[in-house]
């Protein structure tokens, strides 16, 4: 076997494409989390995602306007999981798994001619001198502006909760929804806000997918990528920057297996291709059983409903 | 204190699918003065202070602060209008530090820094001492009241309302608490004081207002007017004062011998070195401000949490790691502290809950583990009638009992059982005193009877009035046991505080 | 609602409504119907037909229901199978969605059995198979609720990812291991129903009564007996209401976690073997078709009852064969009967709200 065949530069630049579709979808949830809400239908945000920005970008023949697209239609299937979790009051886990298959099917319903096309692409971020860089020009600057906007989005996250006002209300919600309806916040509105903020990030994430990473449009294409996301909010303890370590770690697992399947490794595609959901697991059962460090930093009503009685 | 009226309140009425918490209240808060609001449980004082916090509104009925209308749709108005609460239950977050859970209390909040040492100014002028970096969840109960408080001081509020502050309180701590509060006073600040404790309102109240149903039944001076009167003005009728009588024997039925454990979870406490013996027939108190292990120590005599098997011993049983059914078949019963969720499942029926903890002892499973619900039924109603819980029948859902009832419930599904030791957790946490005289009566019944009981308490008054003998719970260990005959409330209060003489450290 | 002084106040129940529990699916199943309706319309086709195609002519149209009603059992047997195991979990707060996962390993279990027997006949070999198609989706699930009591994992990511894995374990079996060495170099296994001793034969002829549909209902039955009667019935549902006052009864949470997970997986495990030796026939890479994840649906449509999940389940099975029928007859995409699907759940979790509170309609008022 030969391993000289694996380019480090191809690889790290490939690690960071195979990362950001999960990222995105991940500091989505993480928001979404921390405002005590467990939102499981990722898988099916994405997805939604993935076939409007598809869609939209093949019809207007601009992949910028299909991101619009994505994060439209990912605002728009997650209001449906806001509207029932926040104002019927219903169940987040069933909710949740009602918006993945839900959201499965409408996209598969949607996506139905678009089979076989190629998407516009995006142009790749050229910074003078930077991008011409060796080893590290062509593996980390010069990728498309999405791999960076990714990045950006999980330090505004982390601005956004450690270091202003709404932020700390936002984290105060989450930590105790009765508290911080005792001192006058609109609990409600405000995680039907980070619902949809959420399902933005996830309906990006979708598109990434569907636009670069793939780039073309099939059923069921997300391929349980939503729930790598749910999982490594976990795997991150809800920390911002902790979750950018998760999801390269996953990508480097996703681009590893890819490689070594190309290479011809002799342990069979099938069990090459299973890594990246077998890590998922080994790395929850590791986070997991260290109690105190797994719980420490969980939102204090994750998943609990919220009715103002009296 | 001056005649000035600072806030009236004037024929507010509220009311809830069945009950109705206000009727036609009226009473007015002078400038300066501390105003009780007294009550029993269920007397509709939280739904009135809820409605002066703008958190709930009234059906009918207006209130006036400082002459001008005053209707507060949210606590933000109530705020911006100078009027602040201190929660019963706080209203804390405990994954957040003490300045930032400062800071979500505040319309705009300076930036933390600052904010922190403007909390430091605060607390040491009031006496408060905090440190404004440390995590919520780390401290103790007085310490998170002293948050609460501090939020409130932060916006100089003209009145300040406290929601039963003393009821998590060390006699000690509650000294603190009364000298911030007469500071205050003299600065002109009014304080509506909540509580159903007579003895706080007569040291500190100036003027009484007593709730009763949802109605004003009458406005005092608490210091002038008879005792008496104002119990009989807040409860109605004259309740019964259980009769004791010691039925000690020497025969030991709980021996508890150097029981350590350390816990999982950062969320309980350690129990170091905890040693009694409790005989039959005898009732043992067990105080201490909450959180000092007292859930801790239920769960480990009741079987719930395991520990090594010589560590508890029931009669002639090593009992220390078997479970909570074995102990039950034994004779060991309990009724934990947290009624809905763990004494019992507010969405399901009362025979379903009888069923939850009298399977074992009651054999209402058959061998082929299929449920006797006809006899679990004939129990359900036996416990109904026995200890007089209100309801329409028993198909209905605990959650929907009064916590009265619902407690005379709990305790009734324990007693009839005759267990041979009986464990029990706050028996009349917020409970009317009505249930509470005949639920304290049950359990004196049952000591007479030859059971064995320890009664886990933050109320010291019920420890004095019912127990033979007390220990004191602090940071998870215990001090010797004592007669309760001759003990006064400040020798309790050193012991719960975890000093004075009963102590033996074992470091 | 949202600020309490608007025109509709939703107070909470004292205790959850019966009677809105059992009205609710059905109001769920004809504001499915509705705006489903509305969607068909959307992708141009007329709503009103596409209705009648999917819930009435695959039973009573002369011309379609000799097919039809007979795979509606074929159908809703497995759906029945899964749906049952998987309320029990759902009564006790723990959430297996890796179904599909279960079924696939049971039918590759009990289908390995079978084809190890390969061309012996005997009266054995199918009752093993049944044996080791429950094992295998016994011990699949077994992996979620181990590392949930050992290391106190979310059983809802592992059960999800073990989906995939099994997935890719159809795939390597189908082309590999269990390749059907006559199959001319095709993918998949030999077929079942052609090898008698492990078969599972349609029972009564145009009925489509299997065996698979026998155990589902004998089961039914069971589960009920056993959720209302059973002292292990009412240690899951008080698990599932509070796991401290579960404890306090002197339930063990772990052994409850093992019994759920365990029990549907089993139950997966055998539809997945019901289905690979009679409707199916093979292992093959296309073998799972989402019965596992439609299965949740079942569930929750039947309101977690033994007998509303066999309605349920019913019902399902007809929108599949509906769906079938109108993408024969209407052009319909395959994926829309799955957003029809998946529609159905969101508008019974909505009227959930009418079973846990009272709306209250006040006119808006202030002070």
New interface residues.
Partial sequence: MDFSALNPVALLASLMIAATPIMLAAIGELVVEKSGVLN?GVEGMMIVGAVCGFITAVETGSAWFGLLGAALGGILISS?FAF?TQ?????Q???G???T?????????IG?GYTGIKPPGFNTVNIPLLSDLPFIGPAILSHDPIVYIGILLVILVWYFLNKT?NG??L??VG??H???H????KV??IRFSAILFGGMCAGLGGAYLSLVRVPQWT?GMT??AG?IA??IV?FASWKPFRLILGAYLFGGVTIMQLNLQALGVDI?I??L??AP??V??IV??MI??N??R????A??SLGRIF???? | MSNISLLEIDGVSKSYPGVIANENVKFTIKTGEIHALLGENGAGKSTLVKTIYGLVKPDKGLMKLNGNLYSPNEPRDARSCGVAMVFQHFSLFNALTVAENIALGMESPPSIDRLSSKIETISIEYGLPINPEKMVGSLSAGEQQRVEIIRCLLQNPKLLIMDEPTSVLTPNEIKTLFSTLKKLKREGTSILYISHKLEDIRSICDTATILRGGKNVGTCDPKKENVRNIAKMMIGETIKIPKKKSTISKLIALEVDCLNWVPRDSSQKQLKNISFKLLKGEILGIGGVAGNGQDELTDILSGEILSNKSTIRLFDNSIGDIGINKRRLLGLLTAPEERLGHAAIPDMDLIENTNLTAHTREKLVKKSGIIDWKKTQEFTKNIIKEFDVRTPNAKVAAGSLSGGNLQKFVIGREVLQKPLVFIVNQPTWGVDAAAASSIKQAILDLASTGSAVIIISQDLDELLELTDNFMAINSGEMSQKINTQGLTVDEIGLMIGGTGAYWKRHD | MLTGNGMIRLEKRPQPSKKWTSITPFLAVLATMFVGGIMFWALGKDPIEAIRIIFWDPLFNPQFASYARPQILVKAGPLILIALGLSLGFRANIWNIGAEGQYIIGAICGAGVGLAFYPSEGWFIFPLMVIAGALGGFLWAMIPAILKIKFNTNEILVSLMLVYVAEKILVSVSLGLMRNPEGGGFPGSRNLQYYKAASNPELISGTGMHWGVLVALTLTCLTYIMLTKHTLGFQIKISGQSNKAARFSGTSPSVVTAICLGVSGALAGLAGLFEVSGPSGQISIDFNVGYGFTAIIVAFLGRLNPFGILLAGLLMALTYIGGELAQFMLGLPAAAIQAFQGMLLFFLLAGDILTNYRPKFTYKKRL
């Fill in positions: 499981l449906i029932l104002v019927l009051l219903a169940n886990v069933a909710s798994l009602a918006l298959l839900f959201g499965l099917g409408v996209s598969a319903m139905n006002k700390l209300v984290r105060a930590e105790n009765d508290a911080a005792a001192l006058g916040y409600i509105w059923e391929a349980g729930w749910l999982a976990v069979g099938a069990y291709s299973m959901y077998l998922t697991i929850l059962v997991s059983s109690h105190l797994s719980s420490a930093n939102p204090g009715h103002a009685s009296q």
